[in-house]
T-cell receptor, first 112, second 113 residues
Framework: DGGITQSPKYLFRKEGQNVTLSCEQNLNHDAMYWYRQDPGQGLRLIYYSQIVNDFQKGDIAEGYSVSREKKESFPLTVTSAQKNPTAFYLC???????????FGPGTRLTVL | DQQVKQNSPSLSVQEGRISILNCDYTNSMFDYFLWYKKYPAEGPTFLISISSIKDKNEDGRFTVFLNKSAKHLSLHIVPSQPGDSAVYFCAAWEFNYGQNFVFGPGTRLSVLP
């Protein structure tokens, strides 16, 4: 079945450690996105990539990094520079010209 | 400053009645609007959308209305079912902004049996 997978579903890290969240899609979508959800704030865009080997900062990119070496994969690294990393992280993808984004199940990151 | 607002954080409705979720936006350049439904600990799923050139779009129990002059859209669910209980996000898209969406903060709908 086609879809977007994010792993793991729950992730715990100690403060000061970098952590990488996985996002894989087999929908053959060119564009991929990372969002962060905090209570009462909806979804905020962290990074997006319209094509392989290219990505752009979203509204809240500070403290995060991404790579897009393959069309299917768009991993997000939460670095120690991110001041408030505990959140629910959502990955999404879409086809060019398509107005709908498809979301993965999300990863809840808790930094202790 | 939030470009997409959902001023009601929560809404409770009796099963079988109509649920009306509201969304306001400030950017008149938005071309397309979408509603997503989200259950706890899951990713949002697409529900229904509407282009800025239309004022209504219907899909089964779900209807979205767009009032461009008021920069307001609403999602109507009739009849409401307990399985509709979720958080609903309104999202807006502007062609010149690439393929990026602006999401509202969400409204939690509870449908009571």
């Amino acid at each position: 079945d086609g879809g977007i997978t994010q792993s793991p579903k729950y992730l715990f890290r100690k403060e000061g450690q970098n952590v990488t969240l996985s996002c894989e899609q087999n929908l053959n979508h060119d564009a991929m996105y990372w969002y962060r959800q905090d209570p009462g704030q909806g979804l905020r865009l962290i990074y997006y990539s319209q094509i392989v080997n290219d990505f752009q900062k979203g509204d809240i990119a500070e403290g995060y990094s991404v790579s897009r070496e393959k069309k299917e994969s768009f991993p997000l690294t939460v670095t120690s520079a991110q001041k408030n990393p505990t959140a629910f992280y959502l990955c999404a993808s879409s086809r060019p010209g398509q107005n709908e984004q498809f979301f993965g199940p999300g990863t809840r990151l808790t930094v202790l | 400053d939030q470009q997409v607002k959902q001023n009601s954080p929560s809404l409770s409705v009796q099963e079988g009645r109509i649920s009306i979720l509201n969304c306001d936006y400030t950017n008149s350049m938005f071309d397309y609007f979408l509603w997503y439904k989200k259950y706890p600990a899951e990713g949002p799923t697409f529900l229904i959308s509407i282009s800025s050139i239309k004022d209504k779009n219907e899909d089964g129990r779900f209807t979205v209305f767009l009032n461009k002059s008021a920069k307001h859209l609403s999602l109507h669910i009739v009849p409401s079912q307990p399985g509709d209980s979720a958080v609903y996000f309104c999202a807006a898209w502007e062609f010149n902004y690439g393929q990026n969406f602006v999401f509202g903060p969400g409204t939690r709908l509870s449908v009571l049996p």
